[in-house]
């Protein structure tokens, strides 16, 4: 748990909440909420404090990207918490974020996927948001000017790399990382993610 400013910075943590981060309390202490997640989470984050500002609620639950230790990226829900004066007015806001898996016992086959390493090229880019928009491989090959088992080979490379077993679940895992656009069809693969 953490306490936020109005303007986002984190004003107090607790030690667990810093450790997902990869850093110490001292450390979390002074930065911007921002800071600590994806740069895809100030698209969705700022609506919900907004509505918290302005009194429209007074908490919400958020699906976001973490960066951990070293970049690592983990999922995970963050939930906000209205903090108001006597006089009703928001004074700071208390932010809880609960991984979706225990990072401490991540083997190496279940390591978060760095973003920063996991850079696809504009090819795969466009492959993973063919994917993701429901085109078929031979769709994919004639829009691209690939044959079938060219789509497939980069369709395979992406499944490796992000350790999913099949489209669906590449599609997902993409999406949970924040590689997609949120709120736009088709989806595209925000620029950070290509090399």
């Known amino acids: 748990m953490a306490h936020l400013s109005p303007d986002m910075e984190i004003m107090a943590a607790e030690a667990d909440f810093s450790r997902q981060f990869g850093r110490s309390p001292a450390e979390t202490c002074g930065r911007s909420l921002y800071d600590l997640l994806h740069p895809s989470s100030p698209t969705v984050l700022n609506k919900h404090f907004a509505r918290l500002s302005e009194g429209r609620c007074n908490r919400f639950t958020e699906r976001v990207v973490g960066l951990g230790d070293a970049g ?24 809880l974020v609960r991984p979706d898996e225990d990072m401490s016992g991540s083997t190496a086959d279940d390591d978060p996927i760095n973003p920063r390493t996991r850079l696809l090229s504009k090819l795969d880019a466009q492959v993973l948001e063919g994917v993701a928009s429901g085109a078929s491989t031979v769709q994919l090959a004639a829009r691209l000017y690939l044959s079938r ?21 590449l599609v997902a895992r993409a999406h949970s990382m924040g590689m997609l656009t949120v709120g736009h069809w088709p989806p595209r693969v925000l620029p950070e993610f290509i090399k």
């Open 72 to 95: 690592h990226a983990f999922s995970g829900e963050l939930t906000g918490i209205a903090v108001k004066d006597t006089e009703g007015h928001l004074s700071g806001i208390v932010v």
């Open 149 to 169: 088992q060219g789509v497939e080979y980069h369709v395979g490379l992406m499944l490796r790399k992000l350790k999913a077993p099949n489209r669906a679940a």
